[in-house]
């Protein structure tokens, strides 16, 4: 894809954000609305620089977490769809279990998670894998199963193991689907970092925002929301980068 | 099927099916696909399977192929009874089916590969007839630059390259286009008649049976059933001028006959 190209994707929501912080801004001087309910982005950006430092330390402890939750719970997640690829009757029993688990709210398992574990890193990743492992399992066990029959019949009568048929057909057949889930677990965990840190922590952007509200510092609380979404764009970026670079074949079969 | 037959053509045939019967069993329903199929494919011979659409010819490939285990009968290679067994045919399936994250050359080593043979003189072997099949230039393209000819070229070759001497071709043109097609079979008549693989090939077409193959099987609707074996009489190498030979234009028309004869008995006019 040539730079144009991207361009002309990126200048129309680019432009609504700016054009959204600019009524954002004449609003609150034309309605005078109070700083501590909702302050203006130069307010915010002014209080981001004066809090530069210490910000850039909890955004570093967040960052940790996150990433190291996202890569447990990616290798959770493809650990699980390609046991139950190969299992079906583990696939048959546990699935709907899978599905039915994400409906209970991850805010409600943590204060568990932290009785149980305590305070260290260990229920933090824990809350991270739980969000993460869903959608990358899901991507994978569809990518997976939805395997090209022809591909397959091919691969069999060749006489190819199970394990060719897996490492040489199957993974990358579905890895497209992978990385699409991929995508979807990097926004998840940025979230799930920020729920372990509300539920108990010392450091990162989860306990910052906690500490701030506490104080009714909305402004920061908008610089932290700021460095979130940041930090969710750059993971998004990432896996998108890392999937172009992984598929550089042309998918035109899906 | 006289039995005396089968035992002595053993000795010189590499293919031969044995009475292959299969049914498909979905929930209480059997739908009888293959009905006492026997036929003999001799060592370095080109025979081809004709018959209606739906009537079991690919379900007959997978068969060969240990896919699917036949109800009874059996499939002997060289006389080894093999019947179930995987990995002792190379087989063309009818979509070129090669794998979008391999270059095209990667794709026709990939039967080596998992046969487990030595990748670099694969290699070289596999890039000396992409030169053959004009494809020299795309030996490091994905697949998906190629035309629908070039993958059905690469797919073939993918086949041809395999270690197995047995080739199962099933309609290995018939998503090409007429013009594409007669310059596919032109080549493969080329190819084949220098090479004398052991090909067995399923065709809509009669004129492509005809031109390619030795012997024809003539395939019943479904259940199959084997009406007929044709041996086409003509000498190689063959040419073009063939299409115009007064034979040639007879077996046709007889064989046209008789499958419209086979149609019809599905789907009444
Ligand atoms: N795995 C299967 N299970 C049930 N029915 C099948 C299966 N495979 C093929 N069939 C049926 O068997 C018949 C023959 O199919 P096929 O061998 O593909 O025909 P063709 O002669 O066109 O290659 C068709 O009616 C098809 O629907
Ligand atoms: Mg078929």
Redesign the pocket.
């Known amino acids: 894809m040539n730079i144009r190209r991207i361009w002309s994707n990126v200048w129309p929501p680019l432009l609504a954000v700016i054009l959204f912080l600019f009524i954002w801004q004449i609003a609150t001087s034309l309605f005078q609305i109070d700083k501590w309910m909702l302050p203006s982005p130069t307010d915010i950006s002014r209080e981001a620089a004066a809090e530069g430092a210490g910000l850039w330390t909890h955004t570093q402890a967040t960052l940790k977490l996150m990433l190291l939750g996202f890569s447990i719970g990616t290798a959770v997640g493809l650990l699980v769809a390609f046991t139950l690829h190969y299992i079906p009757f583990l696939r048959k029993a546990l699935y709907p279990l899978i599905i039915l688990s994400q409906n209970v709210p991850i805010i409600a398992l943590a204060p568990l998670l932290m009785i149980w574990f305590g305070f260290g890193i260990l229920p933090k990743i824990i809350v991270i894998t739980l969000v993460c492992f869903f959608p990358i399992a899901v991507a994978a066990m569809d990518g997976l199963s939805r395997t090209d029959h022809v591909m397959l019949d091919y691969m069999r009568m060749a006489g190819a193991s199970k394990w060719d048929i897996f490492i040489k057909l199957e993974v990358p057949y579905a890895l497209p689907a992978i990385m699409s889930g991929a995508k979807i677990a990097a926004t998840y965990s940025v979230m799930g970092a920020i729920i372990a840190e509300w539920i108990g922590a010392s450091k990162g952007i989860g306990y910052y925002m906690m500490l701030q509200k506490s104080s009714f510092r909305t402004d920061r609380i908008f610089v932290a929301i700021a460095i979130i979404v940041t930090i969710s764009l750059a993971m998004f970026l990432l896996i998108s980068l890392l999937e172009k670079w992984l598929i550089r074949y042309h998918p035109s079969e899906r | 099927m006289n039995s005396n037959t089968n035992l002595q053509a053993t000795t010189s045939s590499a293919l031969e099916i044995e009475a292959a019967h299969l049914a ?1 069993r ?1 929930r209480r329903q059997s ?1 009888p ?1 293959l009905n006492q199929i026997s036929l003999t494919v001799p060592n370095g011979k080109f025979v081809s399977i004709i ?10 490939f997978h068969v060969i192929g240990g896919l ?1 285990k036949p109800d009874s009968g059996k499939i002997l290679l060289h006389g080894k009874d093999v019947t179930g067994e995987r990995g002792h045919i190379s087989y063309v399936p009818q979509k070129p089916a090669l794998f979008p994250w391999r270059s095209t050359l990667d794709n026709i080593t990939l039967a080596r590969e998992i046969a487990g043979m030595p990748i670099k003189a694969a290699r070289e072997e596999a890039q000396a007839w992409l030169g053959r099949a004009g494809l020299a230039e795309f030996a490091q393209a994905y697949p998906h630059k190629l035309s629908g000819g070039m993958q059905q070229r690469a797919s073939f070759l993918r086949g041809l390259l395999a270690p197995q001497e047995v080739l199962l071709l ?1 309609e290995p043109f018939s998503a090409l286009d007429a013009l594409t097609r007669s310059d596919m079979q032109r080549w493969l008549l080329d190819i084949w008649e220098e090479n004398q693989r052991t090909v067995l090939m ?1 065709t809509h077409s009669v004129e492509e049976a005809l031109m390619l193959s030795d012997s024809i099987y003539l395939f019943s609707s ?1 259940p ?1 059933t084997v009406l007929h074996r044709i041996d086409v009489p003509f000498t190689r190498p063959r040419t073009e001028q063939l299409l115009d030979d007064p034979r040639f234009l007879e077996l046709k028309r007889d064989i046209t006959a008789q499958m419209r004869v086979q149609m019809h008995k599905n789907q009444p006019l």
């Not at chain 2, 018959?51 to 007959?60: A, D, F, Q």
């Open positions: 498909f979905e739908l696909v018959g209606p659409s739906g009537c079991g010819k690919s379900t007959l699917v099933d399923i479904r199959a």
